[in-house]
């Protein structure tokens, strides 16, 4: 008898990442396609859709994980607020119209959420108490893990770092929050800000690997941004571990040394001592992989409540 398999999805506004998950958390079948998020519902519930034809649907129970940016309220499914990188409206029932167009029952929860179950059931944060996963792409989201729980707060928007009103004089963001740092600390900010400064860069790979001296001080503007968004939730949280993951991470140590120091002129000496900033162990199937867990979680939970491990 083949193992049971779920269908998990992890939404970004460019990329769409698919694949089939056993219980234990192993991605089958990764694949990779344009999400279309930023055409409407419409066109993301047709990408999902051919997705799931493409991968030939779960083998075992008919059930769904999603992860997606924006808050998402984990018992129904739907997109509370605003989503600045996807063109989804607040109230979309987002769950519901993927459960219609794949036949199945449909789980959804925040993308940087899946990651952080994804990375403390199975990866750099295993063992943690309290961790938390910082996925720093397009923009920045945050996902918290604690005594083993994923911790949504009550409306499932807990973890939003990346749209904290830290005081930045610069761009503002299409959140609505003044002072909010996403525009430079996320990738699109980082691409808009070297762009700015004269730079010819593509994506935010280009700005963290260039010799230009312009991308010198791009960089670091960048990294205090980001580093003062964790200071300030690890200052709440007193995390164990704090991974960093997403596309703009691959730069590796590039970004993670000059982010550990801008971290640590930030926080008192116990964070200082004890938390570890560490790069994401499982890559870009990270996303994929925590969507599946959270629908294998969702099986084993009553309907109405929200899983332990979820």
Known sequence: MSEPIVLAFDIGGTDLKAGRVTRRGDVRGFRRSPSRAREGLDALVDAVREMAEALG?????????????????PRTGTLL????????????????????????????DNDAHCHALAESTLGAAKGARVSMTVTVGTGVGCGIVIDDRLFRGAHGSAGEIGHLPLGSAGPVCRCGVPGCLEPWAG??????????????????????????????????????????????????????????????????????????RAFDAQVTDVVRTHARIVPAALGEQAGVAGAGLMAWAALAAPRSEVSPRS
């Open 81 to 108: 607020g605003l989503t600045p990188h996807l063109a989804l409206t607040a109230g979309t029932p987002l769950a519901g119209r993927l459960a219609g167009a794949l036949g199945m029952r449909v789980v959804a």
């Open 57 to 73: 649907g779960p083998a075992g129970p008919a059930i769904a994980g999603v992860g997606c940016p924006g808050a998402i309220e």
């Open 187 to 260: 990738g699109s900010g980082l691409v808009a800000r070297a762009q700015e400064a004269g730079l010819d860069a593509a994506d935010a790979r280009a700005v963290m690997t260039s010799l230009d001296p312009r991308a010198h001080g791009v960089r670091q503007r960048f990294v205090e941004a980001l580093a003062q968004q964790i200071a300030a939730a690890a200052g709440v949280l007193d995390p164990e571990v704090i991974v960093i993951g997403g596309g703009v991470a691959q730069a590796g140590e590039a970004l993670l040394g000059p982010l550990r």
